[in-house]
């Protein structure tokens, strides 16, 4: 009998549960990527359920490693979900590293079944055959038809997902912070839950500014193979708000999403935020009331004081790969926002909550 049934003392902290909390599911709210394709959560959960069969069919079992390249989209999110939940382990592949760095990162992580974007086909090709782990590859492509989708489309939409330890490991990543090859890190379920919960408590209370809440619509403009897009599509899809998924980071893209879609909660680089504001196309897109985080190097002053400028709230945050990633993000009081622009912008460049009387 598995020990984890009907046991209330011995709850498990699991990704499952952070895709099945009743908490704000929505059926009909939209889960989006780029101009390619938009469904219903409800839909989302049914081909949750899909992949998971798909991968069982696959032979993947408890243990076993699925490796995803691809860009920010739908089929990664369900990837989030369908791969840990079914007890295998998702492998974030960074698609930026060397053919070599890619090899090593697959052979270290044991990967047994690749999903792969047929833009970095070419990319395969060059190590394809030196890979003595992987036992299937399965091609993504956005438009028209391709192999996940009919693979998806054979399945069912139920799956009875099981109860295990929530020190499972649900996910790996490779950092390239050091010297040397890759270094792997990986992720367990109950990390995961607890740094979902914790940064959504963080988020979410706040009196005014940098708030995610059931009203906002999310869109990444952090690569999903970075430590899970900074853990954000975690917290979106507990609280079963609108998610926008952009594809390839190309600015007047970005830009078109967030007008068409009214994205109010993004997260990114400060080269990315740069990009878009100097993008020919900014000075036509209303960006006023845009929050971002901004993490992985520090915020510039005078970037900060360019995106207050227009009205977008942004503020920084700070945190490593191994942390999941997210330590500290700032939080301005209702008093500090009275403050004049560039008092602000020095706030808001900083990484952590401030004090009532403005201390870090």
């Known amino acids: 009998m598995n020990q984890y049934v009907n046991d ?69 999110l369900e990837c989030y979900f369908a ?78 997902f099981p109860d295990f330890d929530e020190n499972t490991v649900a996910t790996t990543f490779y950092t390239t912070g ?39 619509i999310y869109m990444p403009i952090t690569p999903m193979f970075h430590v899970h897009a900074w853990g954000l599509p975690y917290m979106a899809t507990m609280l079963g708000i609108k998610q926008v998924y952009p594809g390839k980071y190309i600015p007047d893209v970005l830009l078109g999403l967030i007008e068409q879609e009214k994205v109010t909660f993004s997260h990114c680089v400060p080269t990315i935020l740069h990009l878009l504001l100097n993008s020919p196309k900014s000075s036509s897109v209303n960006l006023a009331g845009w929050k971002v985080v901004i993490g992985g190097a520090a915020l510039p002053k005078a970037l900060c004081q360019a995106a207050l400028a227009r009205n977008i709230d942004v503020f920084a945050g700070y945190g490593m ?10 939080q301005l009081t209702p008093e500090h926002l009275e403050r004049d622009m560039d008092t602000q912008a020095e706030y808001r460049a900083k990484t952590g909550k401030k004090s009532r009387d403005g201390r870090h």
Do not use: W
């Open 178 to 216: 050091t010297t040397g090859m890759p270094k792997g890190v990986f992720f367990t379920h109950r990390q995961l839950v607890l740094h979902t919960l914790g940064i959504l408590s963080s988020l979410g209370t706040n009196a005014v500014q940098g708030r995610l809440h059931q009203g906002d």
């Open 83 to 160: 791969i840990p939940m079914i007890g295998a382990k998702l492998h974030m592949i960074n698609v930026r590293l060397s053919p070599e760095q890619i090899l090593y990162t697959i052979d270290h992580a044991e990967d047994d079944v690749l999903l792969i974007h047929e833009e970095f086909l070419p990319l395969l090709d060059q190590i394809k055959g030196r890979i003595d782990t992987i036992n299937d590859y399965v091609v993504l492509r956005d438009e028209g038809d391709c192999e996940y989708e009919q693979r998806l489309a054979a399945q069912p939409t139920e799956f009875d």
């Open 321 to 330: 790969s191994e942390t999941g990633p997210i330590l500290s993000i700032v």
């Open 8 to 76: 209330p003392s011995n709850y498990q902290l699991l990704i499952k549960n952070l895709l099945f909390s009743p908490v704000a599911f929505d059926p009909d709210q939209e889960i989006i990527y780029a101009n390619y394709r938009r469904h219903s959560y409800q839909t989302f959960h049914d081909r949750v359920r899909q992949l998971a069969n798909a991968l069982t069919h696959m032979g993947v079992k408890k243990g076993d490693t699925v490796a995803v390249m691809d860009y920010d989209s739908h089929r990664y």
